[in-house]
């Protein structure tokens, strides 16, 4: 046989039959997303921004509550802030099915009463503290103001997490407002020093509540948003529940060389075996485990919905997934799905100009991904630094949190999908791993089902307002913020039953 058909049969038909499974995989592969239960939601089952909610967030966030570290924050700051709180919500603080304890002197533990004590309580978590404001320009506004301008609030708390404390408080002063009576006992939990680990905070609520036997049937906290853009090849909003958690490994490196008079330098300094210790870590990322771990189901939730060429990929990751992995990596906050990241946070040496610094120090931040451990975490630093000069010490760390359930076999995580899509009735919903942490460590022996979830939109050029520059909250996100949990507080009153879901088609 010539070498042509010969080519042709040993290239060509493997060829072909790899495009038909292709072809083949890519129009059966399921849709996940499923239509939500039909609302009966009446025009009174609404919370409009009226502008005393909108003053009342406003105020919230005038408070500066700042955590600093563990047992340094701004203790005058939080007790006016629990003050404040006491006197925006009259109906709530006088109602007889509520009770109010202080824990750990500054964090809140409200108990909402149900009438039906065969329901395992809910948990909704948030925190009361924030993150300093660095010297970095650029505020539109005072970051402490709560200005209301051009149709935002601006300020330190407003995505993380005063909205959440506000909105949950907001959402069941209109419930009680009302009369109604939950049958479900609820958990509203709000720690003090969740920007510092929650160790004097939320660590003593899940304490109290674990001391008492309590156990809770789902625990909501901060967590993803309702994305933008954010997904590659998905046009449509998409929300993102965190069904998991990274861990978090923070390291400190350090060199002491001799110091001395500036004007007799060695060949190295400490300053320079430190820099070239980050330099190498920065140019040498952790390995990317993309697809590895619960990140593949946000992706494989969302294949349906995918332009052409992303649904070709998505639904053929036998075959794709170092094309996935490729392209999870080009964006900050897809790369903090695929893999352990790594952000050098603090770099300090040298006291003056003409001395030569004897000790170079610098902060190593890893957010560990769920199929990490955090000896391959650190293997991987002491590997890559490659230098017996720079000391690697472990500061803190935290083991990857457990997979919460997701989809049909998870009641609670259906009530939490049907919330947001009465909100987002336009918005996809799919699990995905929480690239952060929260207080949610500090409740894994409360419950198995552990969700992280904040119901305000981010885009592209949100993602560094966490923590940084024009922290703020549109007016219309804190509006379904509040209406996310007074729509959640119902779906969650009654028995959280294993529901069958019929796979539907669009949404
Ligand atoms: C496929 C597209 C994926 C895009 C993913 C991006 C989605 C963006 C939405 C939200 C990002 C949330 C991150 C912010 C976390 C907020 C909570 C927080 O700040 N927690 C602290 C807790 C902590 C941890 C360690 C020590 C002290 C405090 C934190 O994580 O730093
Ligand atoms: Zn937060
Ligand atoms: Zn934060």
Excluded at 257 to 276: R, T, W
Aim: glycine share 8%; hydrophobic share 40%; with cysteine.
């Amino acid at each position: 046989m010539s070498t042509a058909p010969k080519l042709l049969q040993w290239v060509g038909v493997p060829f072909m039959c790899l495009v038909v499974i292709v072809v083949v995989r890519t129009v059966t592969f399921p849709s996940y997303q499923t239509r939500p239960p039909p609302c009966n939601a009446t025009d009174q089952d609404f919370i409009p921004a009226t502008r005393d909610r909108l003053d009342r967030l406003a105020g919230a966030v005038t408070f500066r509550t700042i955590s600093y570290e563990p047992g340094r924050g701004t203790p005058e700051e939080l007790l006016k802030f629990i003050a404040f709180i006491g006197d925006s919500f009259p109906v709530l603080h006088s109602s007889p099915l509520v009770t109010r304890e202080v824990v750990g002197n500054f964090s809140l533990l409200y108990r909402v009463e149900g009438s039906d004590s065969s329901l395992n309580p809910g948990l909704l978590a948030a925190h009361l503290d924030v993150v300093p404001v660095t010297e970095e320009p650029g505020w539109e506004a005072e970051p402490f103001s709560g200005q209301q301008k051009d149709g935002f609030v601006y300020g330190r708390g407003t995505i993380d997490d005063k909205h959440n404390v506000m909105g949950q408080l907001e959402a069941l002063e209109f419930h009680l407002k009302r009369g109604h009576r939950p049958r479900r006992t609820l958990y509203l939990a709000y720690g003090h020093d969740e920007e510092v680990s929650g160790y004097y905070g939320a660590q003593k609520i899940g304490e109290l509540l674990e001391d008492r036997g309590v156990k809770v049937e789902f625990v909501l906290d901060e967590g993803l948003t309702v994305t933008k853009g954010l997904v590659p090849g998905v046009a449509k909003k998409v929300a993102m529940v965190g069904v998991a958690e990274k861990g978090y490994l923070t390291v400190k490196l350090s060199v002491r060389m001799k110091g001395g008079h500036g004007s007799m330098p060695e060949k190295e300094s400490a300053i320079g075996i430190l820099s070239q210790a980050v330099a190498n870590l920065e140019r040498n990322p952790q390995p990317n485990l993309w697809g590895s771990g619960p990140e593949r189901d946000l992706t494989e939730h969302l294949a349906t919905e995918m332009s052409v060429l992303h649904r070709v990929v998505t639904s053929n990751l036998w075959l794709f997934t170092p094309v996935m992995r490729w392209v999870m990596t080009q964006k900050a906050g897809t790369n903090a799905l695929s893999r352990t990241t790594t952000a050098v946070t603090r770099f300090n040496a040298g006291i003056k100009d003409n001395v030569i610094a004897p000790e170079a120090v610098a902060t190593v931040n890893h957010r560990v991904h769920p199929k990490h451990t955090i000896q391959e975490v650190l293997d991987h630093d002491v590997k890559v630094i490659n230098d017996p000069r720079v000391k690697v010490e472990v500061v803190e760390s935290l083991v990857p949190a457990p997979v919460s359930p997701s989809g049909p076999e998870s009641p609670a995580y259906l009530a939490i999908q049907e919330s947001i899509q009465q909100i987002y009735p336009d918005s996809l919903v799919a699990p995905s791993v929480m690239i952060g942490n929260t207080d949610t460590r500090h409740y894994w022996n409360l419950t198995s089902a552990i969700y992280r979830f904040s119901p305000n939109v981010m885009g592209p050029e949100d993602l560094a307002r966490f923590h940084g520059v024009n922290e703020r909250i549109s007016i219309g996100d804190y509006e379904r913020t509040m209406n996310f949990y007074f729509h959640l507080m119902l779906n969650v009153d009654r028995p959280l039953v294993v529901r069958r879901h019929e796979h539907d088609g669009d949404l």
